[in-house]
């Protein structure tokens, strides 16, 4: 298992961009998948984007064309860019790896805010 910690969440206007990254603390290659996903006040965590071993991806429909969701192996990181931010955004987001066989590793989470 590996530790994760997020950064790159801040205050940011509706239309704007902010990119998040997740570094772990040892090789994330072996994560079956490696998530960002977010909670907002008074509502269930939500998964965002997720990216498997192999690469494939896969998006909620409320952040399809707006978000990218990327994986660098040599730094162990992951990222997660989001564009066209709007207000619905707000949450705080997360990043998780999930394993075969064993429990998932969690971020402590960071904060976005998407407002004028």
């Known amino acids: 298992q590996v530790q994760l910690m997020e950064s790159g969440g801040g205050l940011v206007q509706p239309g704007g961009s902010l990119r998040l990254s997740c570094a772990a603390s040892?090789?994330?290659?072996?994560?079956?998948?490696m998530d960002w996903l977010r909670q907002s006040p008074g509502k269930q965590r939500e998964l965002v984007a997720s990216?498997?071993?192999?690469?494939?991806?896969n998006y909620a429909d409320s952040v399809k064309g707006r978000f990218t969701i990327s994986k660098d192996l040599d730094q162990n990181t992951v990222y997660l860019q989001m564009d066209s931010l709007k207000p619905v955004d707000t949450a705080v987001y997360y990043c998780?790896?999930?394993?075969?066989?064993?429990?998932?590793?969690w971020g402590q989470g960071t904060q976005v805010t998407v407002s004028s």
């Open positions: 990216i498997t071993s192999d690469g494939h991806i």
């Open positions: 040892g090789g994330i290659w072996s994560a079956n998948t």
């Open positions: 998780r790896a999930t394993y075969y066989g064993g429990p998932p590793s």
